[in-house]
């Protein structure tokens, strides 16, 4: 079984920047994608970006929201996603989330939708404040 723990999070002024990183452990050879979210309060959980690890090539999807102020990069050995996050909005106050794919699945390109992710960490807090 894998087990994600996510990481980074805090409190900062809008206009700072934030890394948040996800790591994975336990048997994750066998999981395709790991992506971020992130839901607000009273927001449903949205996707933020998807790439992939140990199975395939590894090209990012990253949402049309959230491109220009957000990237994704992985550790050589795939099992740290990080999101680096520029130029913060209050907006961007929520818990961040990352999931991978179930076991054995394999996709043409990582998918955003959170249905496709079966396993989640608990979520890292981001508040950001004017």
């Known amino acids: 079984q894998v087990q994600l723990l996510e990481s980074g999070g805090g409190s900062v002024q809008a206009g700072r920047s934030l890394i948040l990183a996800c790591s994975a452990s336990g048997d994750a050879t066998n999981r395709a994608c790991m992506a971020w979210f992130r839901q607000g309060s009273g927001n449903e959980r949205e996707p933020i970006a998807s790439t992939g690890i140990q199975i395939t090539s590894g090209e990012t999807n990253l949402a049309t929201s959230m491109k220009g102020r957000f990237t994704v990069s992985r550790t050589d050995t795939k099992n740290t996603l990080y999101l680096q996050m520029n130029n913060l909005k209050p907006e961007d106050t929520a818990m961040y989330f990352c999931?991978?794919?179930?076991?054995?699945?394999?996709?043409?390109?990582?998918?955003?939708?959170?249905?496709?992710?079966?396993?989640w960490g608990q979520g890292t807090q981001v508040n950001v404040s004017v």
């Open positions: 999931a991978v794919t179930p076991a054995g699945q394999v996709f043409r390109k990582c998918p955003l939708g959170r249905f496709n992710y079966d396993v």
